[in-house]
């Protein structure tokens, strides 16, 4: 089977899918929630689109007249990695999409019971394809973004208008704006062996300021703690009291238990802006 005609057959998929993530469960017939997934994050990287790089998590699934949708979503770039799956055999198909359904960058020619980790071809994205790893390993714990933006660990992302990505500064696109003084605020839940919540682990949080006029951009260690775990809601919670800091940019990197990481780049504006 050709190249184009592989992508055409999974463009209705993508196109299902979609409509799911903007507009709501589409009307013919009635839908279904689908079950949840075995793993609901993916670390995807080696992308020669850079946008198509970083952490996507679990964001719909349905089921709609025999066909399961399901999406994960990029909450730094607005990428998205749909598939769906004839429910009597369940074989998937995915693609991973940016700016819109149309625009393919890679595709998984592999039907798989699942989110094959490998196997991935170019479409319209740069070379090289991307390879896919779970959030998980065996060092370390499965951890849920719980941030206001769905999909995030942060409770305030940057606008993207009409699919545009963010605005790259530096080596990282941008994340989130804050006024100097404001207080970044975010949240996750770490998962224990029996599969729910624990707040035996931790999450270190770290910032630093990113002077993105250097060649290369250098970064600069400014302060570091342990997120406060919340008993009652069952979360890692984050907050960064930016008073005493000075506009600019700067980097919020999360290390999980096991050694994951996660970086944000922050921009403070001057207060009252």
């Not at 999406?71 to 990428?79: E, L, Q």
């Not at 359904?101 to 071809?121: H, R, S, V």
Request: net charge negative; glycine share 12%; aromatic share 10%.
């Amino acid at each position: 089977m050709t190249q184009g005609k592989r992508l055409g057959e999974m463009l209705w998929g993508v196109i299902v899918v979609l409509a799911i993530l903007t507009v709501g469960p589409m009307e013919t017939g009635m839908a279904d929630p689908a079950p949840m997934p075995a793993a609901l994050c993916f670390v995807v990287s080696g992308a020669g689109t850079t946008e198509a790089n970083g952490l996507y998590t679990y964001a719909s699934g349905e089921i709609n007249e025999g066909i399961e949708t399901r999406a994960y979503v990029n909450s730094v770039t607005g990428a998205v990695i749909s598939g769906y799956a004839f429910v009597v055999d369940d074989q998937w198909n995915w693609t991973l999409t940016l700016g819109g359904e149309f625009n393919i960058l890679y595709y998984n020619g592999i039907l798989a019971p699942d989110l094959a980790l490998t196997g991935w071809e170019v479409a319209d994205g740069q070379a090289t394809a991307p390879t896919l790893r779970l959030c998980t390993t065996a060092a370390g714990p499965t951890i849920i973004p719980t941030g206001e933006v769905f999909g995030s660990f942060l409770n305030r992302a940057s606008a993207l208008a009409g699919g545009d990505v963010p605005l790259m500064i530096g080596l990282q696109p941008l994340a989130a704006i804050y006024e100097a003084g404001e207080t970044l605020t975010g949240s996750c839940q770490i998962l224990g062996s029996s599969g729910l919540p624990t707040g035996a682990s931790f999450v270190h949080v770290y910032i630093y300021s990113v002077d993105v006029s250097a060649n290369p951009e250098s970064i600069l260690l400014v302060n570091h703690w342990m997120a406060t775990y919340n008993r009652s809601t069952r979360e890692f919670e984050i907050a960064w009291d930016t008073m005493d800091a000075a506009p600019g940019y700067y980097d919020l990197r999360l290390v999980f238990d096991g050694g994951s990481t996660i970086t944000y780049r922050i921009q403070l504006i001057p207060a009252g802006s």
